[in-house]
């Protein structure tokens, strides 16, 4: 297997390319996304259980970063009475959240790297599985403790080194030196990062497996959320039959023919001091 860089950004496409690519999805995306709705779902809970132990719901005001079709953002509004901005990177995503939504969501076309807020400005930050399209994590980290009030609290859900290397492995095996999976960072990094940036930051890990019938269909999933590879590096025109015919045959199957995906699953939880 092709070694993995420790550090994204020698991958991390043009911002224009990760919004237009997740804004083509946006109709696509809900459908397929169980991994997203498992991982927000965390988050969620883990929010609802702080709040309710802090007895302090009343007039929060809540950022849902990469918020894409809404599917959190319209759960984080019906928190009582919260006031919530859902903010991402894909005007189409954008264009999809206000019409999937009810009315009173703030929506706000912006980069999780600088965001348009004003300092100590929001109670909660909520982010399910975007900070590993951003190429400079540990600054979104930071813009996120930026916004942050004092004793506010950031939900943080991402995926690490060791997401789909079986669909890597099968790939270098059928087109050794071309990429076709997207890279992540290493749990080392991101947890140097969340403690180089955030007081006495939580993290969680889990290693996440999903079961398809077959590769074509992991590769569709994918496609349905807008997650396809992505790397400056990657083909301009379509891959060729065959080298997707081997990709297939070199992915392990278990004795029904079917195949898992693995996700290195992580989930980061920060308070603010008061």
Request: charged share 20%.
């Amino acid at each position: 297997m092709d070694p993995v860089t420790t550090n994204t950004h020698d991958w991390v496409p043009p911002k224009s390319t990760i919004a237009r690519d997740f804004g083509s999805a946006s109709h696509t995306y809900n459908p397929a996304a169980r991994l997203q709705r498992y991982m927000g779902q965390v988050l969620l809970d883990q929010l609802k259980e702080g709040l309710h132990q802090a007895q302090c719901a009343d007039g929060l005001q809540i950022l849902d970063l990469g918020s894409g079709t809404g599917w959190f953002t319209g759960q984080l509004a019906s928190i009582r009475g919260s006031q919530v901005t859902g903010v991402d990177i894909s005007a189409g995503m954008l264009r999809y959240a206000r019409s999937a939504n009810p009315a009173g969501i703030r929506w706000v076309e912006a980069d999780a790297e600088a965001l348009p807020l004003p300092d100590n400005s929001v109670d909660v930050v909520f982010s399910n599985l975007m900070i590993q399209w951003c190429r400079d994590p540990a600054g979104v980290l930071a813009e996120c403790r930026r916004v942050l009030r004092p004793g506010g609290r950031l939900l943080v859900s991402t995926l690490l080194e060791g997401t789909l290397d079986e669909l890597r492995e099968a790939w270098h095996r059928a087109d050794p030196g071309h990429q076709h999976v997207n890279r992540f960072e290493s749990e080392a990094r991101f947890r140097e990062q969340a403690f180089e940036t955030l007081p006495a930051p939580q993290l969680a890990i889990e290693t996440i497996s999903l079961d398809y019938p077959s590769p074509l269909a992991l590769l569709a999933e994918l496609k349905a959320i807008g997650a396809g590879y992505k790397g400056v590096s990657r083909r301009q025109s379509a891959t060729a039959p065959g080298r997707l015919r081997a990709m297939c045959r070199y992915y392990p199957r278990d004795g029904e023919g079917r195949i898992q995906a693995t996700y290195t699953s992580a989930w980061l939880g920060c308070r603010l001091p008061d």
